[in-house]
């Protein structure tokens, strides 16, 4: 190093840890790793390719090369101390190591007993590992089928919950791979980081993981509880933001020979946002923190946040009800949405099956010859067929064909709205073609035709209302071919963040409160046209 | 040709699913019928503040989306219980969770109905009161065609294993055919049975002397 460079990069370091310095409090940790010369950072030996140990014994990984990188940007030397699951924070606690970088997952119980540092450096979770060719793309597709899982491992229960999986159990990892090779389940559900360590194997060629991770935990770095607030969590969390921002986690990730992970992605993208005037979007506030929309939501506390996200997340710490679309802007943000698109879904099918039905029933009750008996017809086609089937054999079926010979891809929300209102216009056809023939007792000439439709449309408005109210009830359904309505984004919620109980009773209550509000609105329409109808005759 | 012949290998496995379907229809039928009896006498009581609070009831669960519902059963309810007199832990199926959701639109449908065939009982119009069959029959046949949603919470009924079948032969091109024959499916049991209602509410209706669409 030239002396030049050698200046340069101190007064960098030096002016690094100024900024850092603001607004925190001195560190006695940071001040006898300063004097030492020497930084502990805690590593793991059995965790490849995260830390283990190469054929000499000595510990090599990608956390070993993040501890490494820690040390020389703080200008010491590294002394890497091996720790276990069991005792990493412990022997923080304990002041026999002062940093620990070990597959630590984030969470609001180990932040009781330890700092962890913001942002998380990556993120674990599980997913399944199964044979190619198996066509199932998410983890809907896993809904009832059976899935090999290991005993004993903290995400069974919830995975089975959350995705509906019908889980066999095996005693230990052996015994649930040769369940998976001998074809008594479709996969295999464990930690990624695991998974890809056996389809780097040549005996499980042909297999593969193509689930996103599930039941994700972003994982920190971790100093003692005493470090919080101080210059040195400060410190190291600068140095974690310029791991992201610099890129230097994806090409670790890339040279251990992980596959590149959505969150690091996601991560750097947040971390490089910058505001209008130039600068970091997630820069330390004055008072030293990072924003909280930089922060993770479910691991704040009320007493970090303010607004909205302060009421969300004092419900959850005194009631334990988990309503993170109200804390968590990202879950708010699509839950609102679901809601939106919900509505529109609502009014659209109410608009499509009254004119539909309205259509159908002059075609049928015209007497055109062969073009009403095919109306007929096609109307007890759609009648009595599920309008879920008839949605698959638009969107997959036609919509397959359609994109393979033109190149055109049909819209989920139109083609569930066009299959809905087809199945409940059938039925409104029905009831204003029955309002006809009741009508002709009377009147032998009575004929549907636009001038008479409203007659027989006020005779049946009950049976119309209720096809209606009917109609909006099934907009749910479109969830079936991936429109993001209500039900597709609790399930996506409830996911996410495990709060299963909660978001399906919200789900139900929301929908309740929109049908109830929906159908008020429907019967003071019906009320208002009646009312018109009669003062115009 | 070729694909008429791999439906027909395909149909016994279809068939079984269809069973799972009509299983399915039949129970939420029945314990739509079991529940919804009951609050509709209570919707016919005359202490004023229970006839309410039942009709309100009513209402509510007429108003419960069903496919919705169905992911809330499956998700919610557990998948064993214990009960106190027996020694294993009773498994609730994903069949039956699927059939409760759906016997909640059999809850509404029916006690509505019914409530009105009572006071018609009541009324001494006998013959009113008997179009609760063909209404409740109508009510059957919309569960029926319900019963399909029970695929997306991976009951093997027949849509379900109409996307096996498409999967195991790796066809997409057989996606089209095996959707339409499984539509035929349940139209081959509805329609005779919307058919058969249709005759017994004209016949009624001629009885009661009026022939008001329903």
């Known amino acids: 190093m030239t002396g030049r460079k050698w200046f340069l990069r101190c007064g960098f370091w030096l002016m690094f840890l100024a900024c850092a310095g603001v607004g925190a409090t001195p560190s006695p940790t940071l001040q006898a790793i300063e004097k030492s010369g020497v930084i502990r950072i805690g590593v793991k030996s059995d965790f490849p390719p995260f830390g283990m140990l190469d054929g000499e014994g000595q510990p090599k990984g990608m956390e070993i090369d993040l501890a490494r990188d820690v040390a020389r940007r703080l200008n010491v030397s590294a002394s890497l101390v091996k720790v276990t699951t069991e005792n990493r924070l412990q022997r923080l606690e304990q002041g026999a190591v002062d940093l620990v970088i070990a597959t630590t997952a984030d969470t609001i119980e180990r932040r009781r007993i330890a700092t962890a540092i913001e942002p998380p450096y990556y993120a674990g979770g599980v997913t399944v590992m199964m044979r190619e060719n198996q066509r199932i793309q998410d983890w809907a597709g896993l809904r009832g089928k059976t899935v090999c899982a290991t005993q004993g491992a903290y995400y069974n229960r919830p995975m089975a919950e959350r995705f509906l999986l019908d889980l066999v159990i095996y005693r230990d990892t052996r015994d649930a791979l040769l369940g998976l090779r001998d074809g008594r389940c479709v996969g295999y ?28 935990s972003q994982w920190a770095l971790f100093v003692s509880r005493a470090e919080k607030g101080t210059a040195y969590e400060r410190a190291i969390g600068d140095i974690v933001a310029e791991w992201h921002r610099s890129g230097f986690l994806k090409e670790r990730e890339a040279a251990w020979g992980l596959p590149p992970s959505p969150f690091l992605n996601q991560t750097q993208a947040q971390w490089l946002a910058q505001d209008k005037a130039g600068h970091w979007v997630c820069s330390r506030t004055p008072e030293g923190e990072w924003p909280t929309a930089c922060r993770n939501t479910a691991l704040l506390t009320s007493a970090e946040a303010t607004g909205l996200q302060n009421i ?40 499509a099956s009254l004119a539909w039905g309205m259509a159908w029933a002059l075609l049928v009750d015209g007497r055109v010859r062969w073009l009403s008996a095919l109306a007929r017809l096609a109307a007890v086609y759609a009648r009595m067929t599920p309008p879920l089937l008839q949605m698959y054999l638009l969107f997959f079926g036609v919509g397959g064909v359609l994109f393979a010979s033109l190149g055109w891809s049909l819209y989920p929300m139109a083609v569930a ?36 439709l409203m007659q027989a449309a006020l005779l049946a408005k009950g049976p119309i209302m209720g096809s209606l109210i009917n109609v909006m009830k099934q907009t749910v359904m479109a969830s079936a071919i991936g429109v993001p309505e209500l039900l597709l984004v609790s399930l996506a919620i409830m996911a996410d963040q495990g709060n299963v109980n909660v978001m399906m009773n919200v789900l139900l209550v929301a929908y309740l409160a929109l049908i109830t509000a929906a159908a008020a609105l429907l019967a003071w329409l019906q009320a208002w046209v009646t009312r018109r109808h009669q003062g115009v005759h | 040709m070729e694909t008429l012949e791999t439906l027909w290998t395909w149909t016994p496995f279809l068939l079984q699913g ?81 059939a409760l959701a759906l016997s909640a639109m059999q809850i509404g ?26 209404g409740w029959i109508n009510g059957f046949l919309i569960t029926a065609i319900a019963s399909s949603n029970a695929s997306v919470v991976g009951v093997n009924e027949l849509v379900s294993r109409c996307n096996t079948v498409i999967a195991a032969t790796g066809q997409t091109d057989l996606m089209i055919p095996v959707y339409l024959y499984a539509s035929l499916f349940f139209l081959a049991f509805c329609f005779p049975l919307a058919w058969a209602v249709g005759k017994l509410k004209t016949r009624l209706a001629a009885r009661v002397g009026l022939s008001r669409p329903r």
């Not at chain 1, 710490?317 to 879904?345: H, W």
């Not at chain 2, 069903?66 to 309810?77: D, E, G, K, P, R």
């Open chain 1, 189 to 216: 559900l464990y930690t990624q980081s695991a998974i890809h360590a056996f389809l780097a194997k040549e005996e499980w060629k042909g297999y593969a993981a193509p689930l996103p991770l599930a039941m994700v």
């Open chain 1, 312 to 351: 969300g997340l004092l419900i959850k710490e005194r009631t334990g009800i988990d309503l993170s679309f109200v804390y968590d802007p990202f879950d708010r943000a699509r839950f609102f949405k679901g809601l939106a698109i919900t509505v529109v879904m609502m009014a659209a099918c109410v608009l």
């Open chain 1, 417 to 452: 709205i066009g299959c809905m209102s087809c199945y409940t216009g059938a039925a409104i056809m029905n009831s204003l073609v029955e309002a006809a023939r009741h009508r002709r007792l009377s009147n032998p000439s009575f004929r549907l035709k636009t001038g008479t």
């Open chain 2, 18 to 98: 269809f069973g799972w379907n009509v299983l399915i229809a039949f129970s939420a039928g029945l314990i739509g019928l079991a529940f919804g009896v009951p609050l509709a006498y209570l919707m016919r009581a005359r202490t004023r503040w229970v006839a309410g609070v039942s009709q309100r009831t009513s209402g509510v669960i007429h108003h419960l989306p069903t496919f919705a519902l169905i992911f809330y059963m499956a998700v919610i309810l557990p998948a064993e219980v214990s009960l106190p007199w027996m020694d294993a832990p009773l498994r609730v199926a994903a069949w039956f969770k699927v």
């Open chain 2, 109 to 134: 449908y029916v006690s509505e109905n019914f409530s009105i065939a009572l006071k018609a009982w009541r009324d001494g119009d006998a013959a009113k009161s008997m179009l609760f069959i063909p």
